[in-house]
Structures are given as C-alpha cells and as structure tokens.
C-alpha cells in the first residue's frame, strides 16, 4: 500500500502536468535523456495542431530535426547553434536556450519561431512562440530599403544624362553654334530621354504608393479596346524608331475594373515588350474570355525568357536588364503589376520560348 499511494500520485501529478501543457497556447515539446539518447516524450495539442507532427512520428531529437529542418545544410547550421547554445548554457549555469529559427511545419509551410528550451536536470521543455509575421515584416522591410536605395541610384543617374543633355543643347541653341539637323537630331533624343524619364518617375511614384498606402480600389466599367489604343499610342515614337510591327486583336470588351490599376499593368507591360523587342520585330497585343476571366495578352518577338527568370519575375525578385537597344529600367514595373492585381484578385501569366514571350494579365470577369 505504501508504494501505491506515490505512485498514483505520480500518475495524477503528469496527467495534471499534460492538462496543464494542453491548455498552453503555443506549441510545446518535452524530451528526456535516456541512455545517452534525447528522446521525446510528449508533445502538447498546440503543437500536434500548429506545427502538425505528432509524437510517433518524432521520437527522438533527431528525427524532430529531421523533420523540422528538411534542408540538410540549413539543418546542420542550426544543431550546430544549439549545441552551442547549450554549451554555453552549462558553463554559464543558465537553464533556458532562446533562438530563431525556421521551421517546416508538417503542411510543408515554412513559418518563423522564437524557440525557447528550458533544461530541468534530464528533462527538457521547449516551447515554440510564432514570430512568423514579424520576421516577414522586416524581411519586407528590408527589401524595400533595399529597393528605396537602388531607386535613387539609378534615378540620379538616369534623370542626370537627359538634363545634362538638355542643358548643353540649351547652351549649344544660344552660343547658334546648331545646324537645322543637328538640333533635330538631339531634340529627337532628348525627347525619348524625357519620355523614359516620365516613365521612370510614374513607375516610382505608383510603386511606393502600392509598397507604402492603403490602394482604394474603384470599380468601373472599362472599355479594354480604347485603353489600351491609348497606351499604346504613346510609344509611337519608339515603336516607329525600332521599326517595330504591331498587331492588336481587341474585341472591344467591357470590363468591370480598377481603371487606374488596369492602365498602369497595361502600360508596363507594353514597355516592357516593346523594350525587349528587337529592331524589326514584332508585338501582338489580344484580349479574349476565358472561363471566368478577362485576359489581356502581350507578346512580343526576341530571345525568349528562360524558366528561372520567370521563376524570379514571378515570386517579384528580378532585376531590370536592358533592353534591346540599351534602355534601362528600374525593375519595378513587373514587380508593381504583381502588386497591383494581387489587390484585384487577379495575376499575370508568363509563357516563353525561342522566338517570343507572352505576358498574360488575368482578371476576375466581373461583367
């Protein structure tokens, strides 16, 4: 009878204990060292629920490693930081270890946690705080500075040439040092210089609005045909200049959407085409139903884009190239179309091969 009582004393104690851990909020996991070897002997519901392993599947340290940390060389970078956090903790005498560190969750979702050990002699309590949505704040964070800087970088270079070009041929105009054609001649390209300079700055403009404010979206009904004449009359100039070909296949249809987001995903893309469109080559722009969605297509001739700058155009990490006849570019604009449909549930499509790429806007059909 005297060995009865401690025992299920024993027992009642850990079934409280396991209560208690259920109730916890976050997830928990708790080891024990058995013969040398960390094995896990409970895992509390959050963490069956959040992170989604349940202890069969985890047994030991190891294989929580394992699973936490699919990539093999991202795994050994964190046991080799928390031995060393351990380490340090038994020479300093502290009984907690904190880092961060990114897990795989069983859904295959990468989330962020704070995780937090706490060492009581064999046994071990770690428990994980979501820091997900932090960490990917200051990720973005990070990129926009990032973004902010390369702006203004390639801004005080590219608006410092068109304005030093322009005040030379000022100075030039003055001193009637200018022949009839060679004033046309530079007007012409001050002219593209300009131009590509408005582009510049409306990009940036829309972009920080996009990256920075609240975007009010304002449904209204868009004739897609007319809009995008217009746009595209805008690069006359450069279409006639690279003796480009354009075939527009519009069925006038009318659109239920932003007009001022549709107008700068358009225009963008157009841009981009005809940036990369080599001399003599072509642009076809069509629009046309499908399921239901409007789709706005643009494709032009040239090398073709390759399946992992797709990739990057896509997941909005590519960097501007220039295009066929040296013009720069921010590497915005396709960035700020991502951004913008995103806000309109809708998305862009990219398909390439030697010859062409086509860009695909698809908008949710709302009428």
Not at 22 to 27: D, K, R, S
Not at 71 to 94: C, F, P, V
Not at 307 to 312: D, E, L
Not at 321 to 345: A, D, F, V
Request: overall charge negative; glycine content about 6%; hydrophobic content about 40%.
């Amino acid at each position: 009878m005297s060995m009865t009582k401690p025992l299920n004393r024993l027992k009642l104690d850990k079934i409280n204990l396991e209560k208690v851990f259920n109730f916890l909020p976050y997830p928990l996991l708790v080891s024990e060292l058995i013969n040398g070897v960390r094995q896990n002997i409970f895992v509390n519901k959050a963490f069956e629920e959040e992170i989604g392993f349940p202890l069969c599947e985890i047994p030991t340290i190891d294989s929580w490693f394992e699973k936490a940390y699919a990539d093999t060389a991202y795994r050994s970078l964190i046991i080799s930081e928390w031995k060393q956090q351990e380490s340090m903790a038994n020479h300093s005498g502290a009984d907690a270890i904190v880092m961060q560190a990114k897990i795989n969750t069983k859904s295959s979702v990468d989330q962020w946690y704070e995780v937090k050990a706490t060492i009581h002699g064999e046994i071990q309590f770690v428990a994980f705080m979501n820091i997900d949505k932090e960490i990917r704040k200051e990720e973005e964070m990070e990129k926009l500075i990032e973004n902010k800087d390369r702006i203004l970088s390639i801004l005080s270079h590219d608006l410092r040439s068109p304005l030093g070009n322009l005040s030379s041929v000022i100075q030039l105009a003055l001193d009637g040092n200018l022949t009839d054609d060679e004033r046309n001649s530079i007007l012409l390209k001050l002219n593209h210089q300009i131009f590509q300079m408005q582009e510049f700055l409306d990009t940036t403009l829309h972009w920080s609005r996009s990256s920075f404010e609240e975007t009010k979206i304002v449904y209204r009904q868009v004739y897609s045909s007319y809009r995008i004449n217009s746009i595209l009359s805008l690069y006359n100039d450069t279409i006639e200049r690279k003796h480009i070909r354009v075939t527009i296949e519009l069925r006038n249809q009318v659109i239920l959407t932003d007009e001022g987001i549709f107008t700068i995903v358009i225009r963008n893309l157009i841009s981009n085409a005809i940036k990369f469109t080599p001399v003599g080559g072509e642009v076809i722009i069509r629009e046309y139903q499908q399921n239901d969605c409007s789709i706005v297509e643009i494709q032009n001739s040239g090398i073709g884009i390759g399946n992992a700058k797709i990739s990057a155009i896509l997941s909005g990490d590519y960097i501007s190239e220039k295009g066929t006849q040296g013009e720069n570019g921010l590497g915005l604009g396709l960035k700020l179309c991502l951004q913008l449909l995103t806000k309109l549930q809708g998305k862009m499509s990219i398909e390439s091969s030697a010859g062409h790429s086509t860009f695909r806007v698809h908008l949710p059909y709302k009428g």
